[in-house]
């Protein structure tokens, strides 16, 4: 494990630009912890400042120092791409597991079921949800929600995989042995998916922060918990554009493209890792 | 027994019929399993500011739970809501009132599919060509850094991008038109003048979902294209002196093109989440911006309706792109 991360560093200028960016920002996040001011207390501040060494990345129209600020936003943006994709990898998992190993009928009918969440549009679904909870609407249950509909591609990509391994010979071997489903599918042919389990999972992150962003800044979430969604919708409010406060959408767009960005280069690096051809035109080239 | 093309057809119709028949029940589900009572909820904000009457108050839940269809038990709140998406009638608006929240849709719909199929047909053509020229000329330098470019806007969400774009044309370059779908106050005949006007303010929107969406045509095709220019038939072809246009076109492209047609209809979901995002950042008329400011003003029946009609659209287009899968891929016929 050691070892394949230290040959990504070196040979892998894509994984090494992503770990940078991905360190820069998690130890950005990591500030919230010795921030000088609570995440939701407004006027500590004289307000509109623009950057300066005092405001290093200036000060919001609610008198809030937007650098501490951002701290906790981007931490709690972070925290809830890691739980979605945590909670959704479990689904993505036993789902697709299951249906490369099984086969036959079990196999077509979760993937029909698969195909159908792969194909809905999520947005207006998500609309709906927060039209109904309104007031209620927290940042968990937004979490909750994307993970339930947001594991199909995964269990897709994941159950391809199984089906190969389920005509291996060990597979036979653990049959053979008594083995039950279960522990064939949890110590034979899950090993073998991690690494593709990985390499999404840093797409599910991104996809999730992506919808986290959006529905927040039309002010479709939990508006009192700083994300860097939520953040920008403030910035809006006070339009902070028209106002020449650019700093305040500056930032929290800068940091944030950052974290896609990112992401995805640690999601494509360790794809191509995991394909052995392209990996080795990479060491060769 | 069937096989071949009859076979494919009804397994794809089948699976029409799955998706809306999940995403209603997921919009069914959303709408009546949560805890919180919209009807309480509406009355709870009719009644915020002054005194009502119980008696009026009594009169408008009422009113309120037949419009939300939560009259009787859940069995038959649930064959209601059926019967409600089959003919299409989610009673009238409530922010438009009494306008039918279905006309209000059947107004918005052009727009968003003009701007989803126009910048997807481009998207999916133009990143198809260049990921493809990519493979296939690897060491291009002009290539390889269009796909530096288009790689560096993938990731970055529909909403990102279409805001970046607002800035960069609204405020520090203004030279586009960034609100609406046509120049305010024009009349809306087909004069030149009016197409001219159409043509540039969809210019923004049209570009935003190609800056995402480029890249992972690129991506996917440049990688198809590069595993087949390994095989044996392509080798074949070069070293029988076939021109390399026709080896790019007829050999690579076309065999790689199978899998991205089945990307595409994968896809179409995201995309079309993409496209009513960005919509609503540009207040381009179509769905997306009616959707916003549907749930701004608290039109329960209105969002619900544009959901519904969502989802049954994107699964209609992606069965077209299904039935038109065995033009490319002769093998569905003979299966």
């Known amino acids: 494990m050691g070892r394949i991360f230290i040959d990504l560093l070196r040979l892998n200028r894509q994984f090494a630009a992503g770990i940078v960016l991905l360190s820069l920002v998690t130890l950005f996040a990591l500030l919230s912890f010795v921030s000088p001011y609570p995440p939701n207390d407004s ?23 937007l650098f501490w600020l951002l701290t906790f936003a981007i931490r709690n943006t972070l925290l809830f791409g890691i739980t979605v994709a945590v909670i959704s990898r479990i689904l993505a998992l036993v789902i697709g597991l299951v249906a490369g190993y099984s086969g036959g009928l079990v196999d077509r009918a979760l993937m029909s079921i698969n195909d159908t969440f792969i194909v809905i549009p999520l947005f207006p679904i998500l609309v709906l949800f927060y039209f109904v909870m309104k007031d209620h609407m927290s940042w968990g249950l937004l979490a909750l929600m994307m993970a339930c509909l947001g594991w199909a591609y995964d269990a897709r990509l994941i159950r391809s995989v199984a089906l190969s391994l389920r005509t291996r010979e060990f597979t036979e071997t653990g049959i053979f042995s008594g083995m039950s489903m279960r522990r064939i599918l949890v110590e034979e042919h899950l090993p073998y998916v991690l690494p593709i389990v990985f390499s999404t999972t840093m797409n599910n992150i991104n996809w999730s ?15 009192n918990t700083p994300t860097v969604g939520v953040l920008i919708y403030w910035a809006n409010q006070h339009t902070a554009l028209v106002a020449g406060i650019w700093w305040w959408i500056f930032f929290p767009v800068l940091l944030v493209i950052l974290t896609f960005i990112g992401l995805f280069l640690l999601a494509v690096s360790m794809n191509e890792h995991i394909d052995p051809r392209s990996r080795l035109g990479r060491s060769e080239g | 027994m069937i096989s071949g093309y009859p076979l494919y057809l009804l397994g794809r119709l089948g699976q029409f019929a799955l998706v809306v028949f999940i ?33 009026a108050i009594a009169l408008m839940r009422q009113s309120l739970r037949e419009l939300y269809g939560l009259e009787g038990d859940l069995a038959e709140q649930y064959v209601a809501f059926w019967r409600r998406v089959a003919v299409g009638d989610f009673g009238p608006s409530l922010s438009a009132f009494p306008t039918p929240v279905s006309v209000l849709i059947g107004r918005a719909l052009p727009w968003t599919v003009s701007l989803l199929v126009v910048s997807t047909l481009l998207t999916w053509a133009l990143g198809n060509l260049l990921g493809g020229l990519a493979g296939y000329y690897a060491k291009n330098r002009t290539l390889r850094l269009a796909g530096l470019l288009a790689m560096a806007f993938h990731p970055i969400p529909y909403y990102i991008v279409a805001f970046l774009l607002l800035i960069v044309f609204g405020y520090l370059w203004p030279v586009l038109p960034i609100s609406g779908g046509y120049k305010m106050n024009m009349t809306r005949d087909w004069s030149w003048e009016f197409i001219g006007s159409l043509l540039s303010h969809a210019i923004l929107p049209v ?28 080798t074949y072809a070069e070293l029988g002196g076939v021109k390399r246009g026709r080896i790019l076109g007829s050999y690579v492209m076309r065999n790689a093109l199978v899998p991205q047609v089945t990307g595409l209809a994968m896809s179409l979901g995201a995309i079309f989440n993409g496209a009513i995002i960005t919509e609503q950042v540009f207040g381009y008329p179509g769905v997306g911006t009616l959707l916003v400011s549907a749930v701004h003003v608290g039109d329960y029946s209105l969002v619900l309706g544009i959901t519904t009609v969502s989802i049954v659209a994107v699964s209609l ?16 016929k003979v299966r």
């Open chain 2, 23 to 55: 995403g209603i029940n997921i919009a069914f589900i959303v709408t009546h399993a949560t805890p919180i009572d919209p009807v309480e909820q509406s009355i709870a904000a009719a009644t915020q500011f002054g005194s009502t009457s119980p008696e």
């Open chain 1, 43 to 65: 006027f500590v501040v004289p307000p509109d400042l623009p950057p300066s060494w005092t405001n290093l990345m200036g000060t919001t129209s609610r008198g809030q120092d």
């Open chain 2, 317 to 332: 287009a992606v069965l077209l792109i299904d039935l038109l899968y065995p033009l490319l891929d002769p093998r569905v």
């Open chain 2, 207 to 234: 570009c935003s979902l190609a800056l995402v969406g480029l890249g992972g045509w690129f991506m996917g095709m440049r990688s198809l294209v590069s595993n087949i220019v390994t095989e044996d038939y392509v």
């Open chain 1, 209 to 223: 922060i992506g919808f986290e962003v959006t529905l927040s800044v039309l002010g479709f979430t939990d508006i």
